[in-house]
């Protein structure tokens, strides 16, 4: 492994990803891929711009030429796919994009690497794709995909691709299974960087429903971390869940951003739920922990250190919180804020 491409790399994850394979692999060079959407930004790669070892380059994943172009002319031999439509309430929006990117694009990628014959095809998953989990359950690899929004689903279409081309064509391929991420760059529409910046200027925290669902928030350099040593001990065609197994309700998500901002908690406004929403995911890490992965921050280390990148960052968050932003905000809780308060 010399020459990684790695797809989506100007987004939240991937950009984080980038900075800790180049300050951790001195001989590693790092190509992001990444068409710009309005969750990718060339700020979040300032860092690494002047780095010997990195370059950019500008393209869509669904195009084909595009890809092997870049692919041949920085002599790729691992590609890693964080790129794709990653917001679960503009997929409901919005289906259409995240069937051509996550899936579509993944396919061409895919394509790419088998007529190179890449050393590696690593797939970015979510632990979205076993859906709903009740209590005491744990998602484990091998178990059912039950995908129930379209963002899910796409993401869980895109690994059957990728472990078709395991089975049917040898491609070497791996495969992690992340929960929520936080951390900095993570793009003010999810909750946590949502939250904290409304909070920040006294803004409504708008939670869906009873904020009674939980999510397991791992702080996003544990993630990469468990990316890395999948890429280098994982075993080839094998799937890891990568997460903290710590699970948080929403609402109580809500109220550590207000204490750690000093902020009062009627900021909090229930608001309509989200369609199809997903009450509950749970992982079972222990097959990365056999890899000699464990997650380094408690929630409480990684919200703390997320909101407080968040007060020393206005700089990033604020040109982005205008424009386009405001359009989507408009559309997404307009109608939300207005519907019938839910029992708490
Ligand atoms: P993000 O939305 O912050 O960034 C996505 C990036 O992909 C952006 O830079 C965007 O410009 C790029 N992109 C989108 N469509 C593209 C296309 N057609 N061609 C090239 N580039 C394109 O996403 P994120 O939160 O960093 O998520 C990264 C990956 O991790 C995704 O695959 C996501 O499904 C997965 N994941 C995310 C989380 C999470 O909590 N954020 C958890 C588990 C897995
Ligand atoms: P999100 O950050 O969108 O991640 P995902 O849905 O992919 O897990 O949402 C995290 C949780 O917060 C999820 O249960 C939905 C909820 N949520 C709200 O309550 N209000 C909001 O405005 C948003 C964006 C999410």
Redesign the pocket.
């Known amino acids: 492994m010399r020459n990684l491409l790695i797809?989506?790399?100007?987004?939240?994850?991937?950009s984080n990803f980038v900075h800790y394979m180049l300050e951790r692999y001195e001989h590693y060079r790092i190509v992001v891929?990444?068409?710009?959407?309005y969750?990718?930004r060339m700020e979040n790669l300032a860092q690494a711009l002047a780095n010997p070892r990195f370059a950019f380059v500008h393209?869509?994943?669904?195009d084909l030429d595009a890809v092997r172009e870049a692919v041949r002319a920085h002599a790729i031999d691992t590609i890693v796919n964080?790129?794709?439509?990653?917001?679960v309430d503009r997929s409901i929006m919005t289906p259409d994009a995240v069937v051509r990117?996550n899936v579509n694009?993944t396919w061409a990628l895919l394509e790419v690497a088998r007529e190179v014959g890449v050393e590696r095809f690593h797939q970015?998953?979510?632990?979205e794709v076993y859906g709903f989990i009740p209590e005491p359950q744990r998602s484990r690899e091998g178990d059912p995909l039950e995908p129930r929004s379209p963002y899910s689903a796409s993401?869980a279409g895109a690994e059957h691709l990728v472990y078709a081309y395991f089975i049917t064509y040898g491609l070497p391929v791996t495969i992690t299974r992340?929960?929520?991420?936080i951390g900095p760059f993570h793009?003010p529409e999810?909750a946590v960087p949502l939250f904290t910046t409304n909070a920040i200027d006294d803004l409504p925290l708008p939670i869906y429903g009873d904020g009674r669902q939980v999510r397991d928030y791992q702080y996003v350099l544990d993630h990469c971390e468990g990316i890395d040593i999948v890429l280098h001990r994982g075993a080839l065609g094998e799937c890891y869940n990568v997460g903290t197994e710590v699970e948080t309700p929403n609402i109580e998500m809500a109220r550590k951003i207000l204490d750690l901002l000093g902020k009062p908690h009627s900021l909090i406004q229930h608001v309509a739920d989200r369609a199809g929403h997903d009450r509950r995911y749970a992982l079972d890490c222990s097959k990365l922990r056999a890899l000699g992965w464990h997650s380094r921050h408690s929630f409480d280390e990684a919200l703390e250190r997320t909101v407080r990148w968040y007060v020393e960052h206005q700089e990033w968050w604020r040109p982005i919180k205008s424009g386009e932003y405001l359009e989507y905000y408009r559309r997404q809780y307009a109608e939300r804020a207005q519907a019938d308060p839910p029992a708490r």
């Open positions: 797809t989506g790399g100007a987004g939240f994850i991937g891929f990444d068409k710009l959407t969750a990718g393209g869509d994943i669904c964080f790129a794709a439509e990653t917001h990117t694009g970015i998953s979510t632990d993401k992340g929960a929520n991420n793009y999810k």
